[in-house]
């Protein structure tokens, strides 16, 4: 390790040797070729600045004197992008020591013109006002966006519900049992025109692929032109289950029988298989469905069987089969006895 004398001997060595190259002949000859080069650059950038080229130049802009009840669903662009056209030295200047203050739109002067909820504001009012920031030599080309305009609305407003849009993939034998909306609603702002057009809040578009347990999502709600959503986003819960096969055995019964007959079917009841959600396995029973056979039916039937029909089925059951899908029929005639 260097103590404090060893430093201070090392560092006075290293100031003589940088003065000795400095005092040399050849350093000076170097020195002064460095200098002749800088120059040339120089005089190379004055000559190459001095023609014309084009660039963009992004201006801020702002809007001013917006009222307490009002509402933009729609707002203009946070800044203009201008191309333009000078020599290089005047757009260096504007990159290096211009600042471009705002361009500022006063929303009550707009306003006050007319009725319609949505303002444009005229091209030439942008150019007169990003034209007093420029040089009288710059000329310029083009404003993006070419058109600047904000709807609003002044308390106009509707809840509606909240629905997803996209694509769900799930693996095999899983399924959706529910979807969940945190809120389940939102408040929407628009003018009356466009607030009636609206009946739900759509996310953005998603994908989701091999989902196989329950998935949460933050998802932004898509834009409406000239609507504004509170809040503008929305979790999104997948409740997500798997499917396991369940077979019930359900009675089939007589529909629009007159009093005095009855429906006899050989087997008197039909087996129903289905896919259910194992968190609903065991609440779906034989009881949550219904088959029947209407005698008009059996009236028009010219065969020895007659198709059943599954008239109710629960909501969580998928895939459904009967077996048999035909019964063997008999119809009884009651006797009635007189007192």
């Known amino acids: 390790m260097f103590d404090k004398r060893n430093i201070r001997i090392y560092y006075l060595r290293t100031l003589e040797r940088i003065r000795s190259f400095l005092l040399s002949r050849n350093s000076r000859e170097f020195l002064i070729f460095l200098f002749f080069v800088f120059v040339s650059f ?6 190459v600045l001095n023609d014309d080229y084009e660039t963009e130049f992004s201006i801020p802009l702002r809007l001013k004197n917006v009222p ?31 600042t471009f203050y705002p361009v500022t739109i006063d929303f009550k002067e707009y306003a006050d013109k007319g009725t319609s909820s949505q303002i444009r504001v005229p091209m030439s009012v942008l150019t007169k006002k990003i ?25 106009q407003a509707k809840k509606v519900p909240v629905k997803l849009q996209g694509k769900v993939g799930l693996d095999r034998q899983y399924y959706i049992s529910d979807i969940i ?21 759509y996310t953005e578009p998603v994908n989701f692929e091999n989902i196989s347990d329950t998935t949460h ?51 008197s009841k039909v087996q129903v298989t289905f896919q259910v959600g194992l968190s609903h396995f065991k609440s779906i029973t034989a009881d949550d469905f219904f088959i029947s056979v209407t005698y008009e039916e059996l009236l028009h039937n010219k065969g020895e069987k007659c198709p059943v029909n599954l008239k109710s089925v629960p909501r969580y059951v998928n895939h459904v089969r009967l077996n048999p899908k035909e019964v063997d029929y008999l119809i009884e005639q009651q006797i009635k006895f007189n007192d």
């Open 42 to 47: 120089c005089f190379w950038l004055l000559q």
């Open 68 to 98: 307490n009840n009002v509402v933009l669903t729609s707002e203009p662009p946070g800044e203009l992008r201008i191309g333009v056209k000078d020599r290089g030295t005047v757009l260096v200047n504007y990159m290096l020591g211009q």
């Open 131 to 155: 034209a007093g920031q420029l040089s009288q030599s710059t000329k310029l080309l083009t404003i993006k966006p070419d058109t600047v305009e904000f709807i609003y609305t002044t308390g």
């Open 181 to 201: 909306y945190a809120p389940d609603s939102v408040m929407v702002y628009a003018p009356k025109e466009i607030l009636d057009t609206i009946t739900a809040a």
């Open 217 to 267: 999502r933050r998802i932004s709600l898509a834009n409406v032109k000239g609507a504004r959503f509170t809040p503008s986003f929305n979790d999104v819960t997948l409740m997500v289950d798997v499917y396991s096969e369940k077979t019930v055995e359900v009675p089939v019964r007589g529909v629009n029988f007159p009093p005095d007959k009855v429906l006899r079917t050989f087997p």
